[in-house]
């Protein structure tokens, strides 16, 4: 009896991936926006995988065909160990903080778990070029078997480096602290996206793919490339180096599971931090209305939300996010541009571009906290002053930083006589972007979840975040249309000396856009207070 009982139990594995197939497939049921967009990641990412396999395969025979396959393979594994760092709660299905209070034994769950983690979109499109590395680099039966081996070794070590990093990290990364990593994201794209277009420059500048043979070497022999490296160095004939990469990858995803396995055995012996009393600190204080703020800013309703809006921005992780990438990216793009030498001082509007893109959405930044704010607005008097208060935190910071952004610029360029109109195209353009931020603020309100670090819109809300965003910066560019005729007809017309005249006329214009979408927007806040309530607490 009790052998027909434990030949009926199914495997901890099997249990794991039907989990997984089950929570995925019972996600995508919750919103018919959410469906589409995996759909639609899919997809695009099947054509990218689809289209790299094939560069690849085309790659094959080619003399730096082994240096395309084993740099590739080494920022794949890059991306599988930063990935649980930046997106902590990217899979929460294998959260394994979750699995605390279940009788498991450490080797079965790490083997359950490595299973499962192989499901999903990530490892299928990883597989895919790893496929194509190990194509573009194999030849001759010993090339091949070695191929056939590398493949799954590959893909294994990338996901188990992940999910080693993720469990050893587990109790930072789902604190408030360790969520605040998740800001770092999208300055580290930011910065990395620049560093790629200035390498690649520099690469075409330096004869081409040859000049990264001594990268190739040293990350050939770095797991879980080296199993690429394997590959190649079996076709080239030198069996005995392709023997100790494809070891070395092997030992190093055995050091990978026993270090998964000892988080995990910590993560359900031993308490965190949440059982464990804090002591209070006698020797501080948050005294409402002191410090720094509470001297600059005005008295009443207008700095009291002035200073709730600046303290959204650097206790809020959601908003700190924004702020942060935002802040970056406005700065990185002109100068990065100026610096290559081939940029302009009129990249220096792409900075007030994204940093107006903070105005819209502004009731939603509050979530559900925003009921509080709603039994202050009667009136559209009111909601005016609430608009206005939340438009003057947001220019205190947005405002200096644009005059910043395109002096830099200018000065990196030595174009100080392009900077009066460069600047009054950015003040402009950022007066448009906070004026319809304001009126999309009104119109098109939608929840921000706070429960997730990379979930920004909730469940169903899609449309109206794209109409809010896409509509908006729509509007805010055909808004500055004026001022860009202005400027091409005085360049075309050659009257240069009348340029600086786009400075005070931008900065008047940005002004009264900026008034006007207040203006716009107050009455339309105050009539359609409960829905936006409604709208901005959901999920």
């Not at 965003?469 to 860009?484: E, F, K, N, Q, R």
């Amino acid at each position: 009896m009790s052998a027909a009982t434990t030949s009926s139990v199914p495997s901890l594995t099997s249990v794991f991936v039907r989990l997984k197939l089950s929570l995925l497939k019972n996600g995508l049921r919750q919103s018919g926006g959410r469906t589409v967009a995996f759909i639609v990641s899919i997809a695009f990412g099947l054509v990218f995988a689809s289209g790299l396999l094939l560069a690849l395969v085309l790659l094959r025979g080619h003399t730096d065909a082994a240096t395309v396959a084993v740099l590739l393979t080494g920022a794949l594994s890059l991306a599988w160990t930063v990935m649980p760092l930046f997106i902590p709660s990217g899979d929460e299905t294998l959260d394994p903080s979750r699995l605390v209070m279940l009788p498991l034994r450490p080797r079965p769950l790490v083997r359950a778990l490595l299973v499962a983690s192989l499901v999903g979109v990530g490892p299928v499109l990883t597989s895919a070029l790893v496929v194509g590395a190990a194509l573009a680099v194999a030849h001759g039966a010993a090339g091949t078997v070695l191929a056939v081996l590398a493949v799954p070794l590959t893909v294994v070590t990338c996901v188990a480096l992940s999910r080693a990093v993720a469990a050893a990290n587990i109790r930072l990364l789902t604190s408030r602290k360790g969520r605040d990593l998740a800001l770092l994201s999208g300055l580290v794209i930011a910065i990395g996206m620049q560093f790629v277009n200035f390498a690649a420059q520099r690469l075409g500048q330096a004869g081409g793919l040859a000049s990264l043979e001594p990268a190739t070497a040293v990350v050939g022999w770095l797991p879980p490339a080296a199993a690429i490296g394997a590959v190649d160095s079996a076709s080239r004939g030198d069996y005995a180096v392709a023997a100790a990469r494809l070891l070395l990858t092997a030992a190093a995803l055995a050091a990978l599971l026993y270090w998964w396995q000892r988080s995990l055995v910590r993560l359900m012996v031993e308490p965190d931090g949440s059982t464990v009393g804090a002591a209070p600190d006698a020797g501080t204080s948050d005294k409402a209305g002191s410090g720094l703020l509470a001297r600059i800013l005005p008295g009443g309703r207008t700095g009291a939300v002035m200073e709730r809006g600046l303290r959204y921005i650097w206790r809020d992780p959601k908003t700190k996010a924004s702020w942060v990438t935002s802040l970056a990216v406005g700065l990185i793009v002109p100068l990065f541009n100026a610096v290559q030498g081939g940029g302009s001082v009129y990249f220096a509007v792409f900075a007030s571009g994204m940093l107006g893109m903070l105005m819209y959405n502004q009731f939603g930044q509050d979530g559900s906290a925003f009921w509080m704010v709603a039994q202050t607005i009667s009136t559209p008097a009111d909601a005016y002053a609430e608009l206005r208060s939340r438009t003057l935190a947001l220019l205190m910071v947005t405002l200096p930083f644009t005059v910043l952004v395109t002096a830099v610029t200018a000065g990196v360029l030595d174009a100080w006589s392009q900077l009066p109109e460069a600047l009054g195209l950015a003040l402009g353009l950022l007066g448009a972007m906070v004026g319809t931020g304001a009126v999309t603020s009104a119109n098109f309100p939608y929840s921000i979840p706070q429960d997730s670090g990379y979930k920004n819109v909730a469940p169903g809300q899609g449309g109206l975040a794209w109409m809010s965003i896409m509509g908006g910066m729509l509007t805010a560019g055909v808004l500055c249309s004026p001022l860009i005729a202005a400027t091409v007809y005085l360049h075309v017309a050659d009257q240069r000396s009348l340029l600086w005249l786009l400075l005070p006329a931008g900065a008047l214009y940005g002004a009264l856009l900026t008034l006007a979408g207040l203006k716009l927007a107050a009455p339309r806040a105050a009539r359609r207070l409960p829905e936006i309530l409604a709208a901005v607490s959901k999920g």
